[in-house]
């Protein structure tokens, strides 16, 4: 009789492989859409500042561009569930690249403000899309790292993507993003769909079903998305407040920006290993530490205060996806559309009020309120991930399946 004996660490790495063959070309798609988009964000600004349109009006656009985004969050699960995900994938990829498109044929403010929105829906859209998409590929054992690697993708090409508008002008540039935008469609075509299987356990299947199920792993998205956005909004004001040179900031906005994209697959893979909220206590302790020392211990030389920084943002930001694969775990692919509404539902609204917060905690406490703030934060994170372990009686999160089983 032949016995099969399995290598350590064979199964790993056969999960890994199996992960990359079904959700390849998805992450070939990503940096794509993160490219164009990191790259409109500033570029809109600077047209807007030339043609001559004062800062409330930039202000304005930017926020009808999120007003977008989060209506497409709310309704596009609805297209989604109806013409299945490439269909729903392309006409997200063709209304960004139509909208960016279009900003380069018109000077009128009020066609900016209408392309804007368009753009910011197709963005929400494109999230509910990939993010289900991805979530429902994966399995108990791969979605963490899945997930990770892709949020890391999209996060670095987001972040390399500002230095494309030195490639020409306003105009060329426009038109080259519109194209970027509409060719992401390409690979995302050549991907395979998951196959939509139900769980034992029922749910509702709306939205408003899956918040009552799990109110306590959505509200860590929740802080994800106020951890998220503060960073993005409030860390160059930080930086400067303390005393740093131009330099010194632009290093430090960039290593903080950057550092979830590079922390958040060690996070996935721990995640898919001992537990999703296990691992949320985990980072968010890790987070709470950073944020205690770097309030405390100001002022501090700019070394220790990066590396305190890195640690604290790249431990809090990827909280969302670790919150979204905790729920599809539970609810299976059926219902991986559903949960992706409700989990970016959900971030957006943190992300809403985590910059304004921030900025109040500042007032208040002088630059040390940042971090006293984000502090907070991840011990409200730490309190969710425990009272989800302890009180989800409807989906309780599932055991690490032993191996060979």
């Keep these: 009789m032949q016995i099969n004996v399995q290598k350590p660490g064979s199964a790993s790495v056969s999960d890994f492989s199996m992960m990359f063959r079904r959700a390849g070309w998805l992450l070939v798609a990503a940096p794509f859409f993160g490219l164009s988009t990191g790259a409109l964000f500033p570029l809109v600004a600077l047209e807007l500042d030339r043609l001559g349109f004062g800062e409330t009006f930039v202000g304005s656009a930017t926020s009808l561009y999120y007003a977008g985004s989060v209506t497409g969050a709310l309704t596009y699960g609805w297209i989604l569930n109806r013409i299945g995900y490439k269909p729903a994938f392309f006409i997200t990829a063709a209304l960004a690249g139509a909208a960016t498109f279009a900003l380069a044929q018109s000077d ?30 994966g399995t108990r054992q791969t979605r963490g790292r899945l997930f990770a690697s ?42 395979v769909t998951p196959t939509l299987q139900a769980r034992g356990r029922k749910l509702s299947g709306d939205v408003a079903g899956l918040v009552r199920c799990f109110p306590f792993a959505l509200a860590v998205a929740f802080c994800g998305g106020i951890a998220n956005a503060s960073f993005y909004g409030l860390s160059a004001v930080y930086a400067k407040a303390i005393g740093f040179d131009t ?84 609810v299976g692919e059926r219902d991986a559309i559903p949960a992706t509404t409700a989990g970016l539902l959900v971030y957006n609204m943190g992300a809403f009020c985590g910059p304004a917060l921030a900025g109040l905690a500042m007032e208040w406490n002088g630059p040390a309120g940042f971090y006293i703030f984000l502090g907070a934060v991840a011990l409200f994170a730490i309190l969710l991930a425990n009272a989800d372990m302890r009180l989800a009686h409807c989906c309780p999160e599932a055991p690490e399946p032993m191996p060979g089983r």
């Design 108 to 137: 009128n403010p009020y066609v900016w403000l209408g392309l804007r929105y368009l753009g910011g829906y197709a963005l929400g859209g494109y999230y509910i899309v990939v993010d289900s998409w991805v979530s429902a590929l």
């Design 150 to 191: 892709f949020e890391t993708l999209r996060l670095l090409a987001t972040a390399i993507g500002p230095s494309l508008i030195v490639v020409g002008s306003a105009t060329e540039n426009i038109t080259l993003i519109a194209f970027a935008y509409a060719l992401s469609f390409a690979p995302a075509l050549l991907n």
């Design 247 to 330: 330099a010194q900031i632009a290093l430090f906005v960039g290593a903080v920006l950057v550092a979830p994209a590079i922390i958040s697959i060690p996070v996935g893979a721990i995640g898919d290993r001992f537990g999703r909220m296990r691992t949320v206590m985990l980072i968010a302790g890790c987070s709470a530490l950073a944020c205690g020392f770097t309030s405390i211990a100001q002022p501090a030389t700019f070394w220790i205060t990066l590396v305190m920084s890195v640690v604290s943002g790249g431990c809090l930001v990827p909280l969302y996806a670790i919150s979204l694969s905790r729920v599809v775990d539970a």
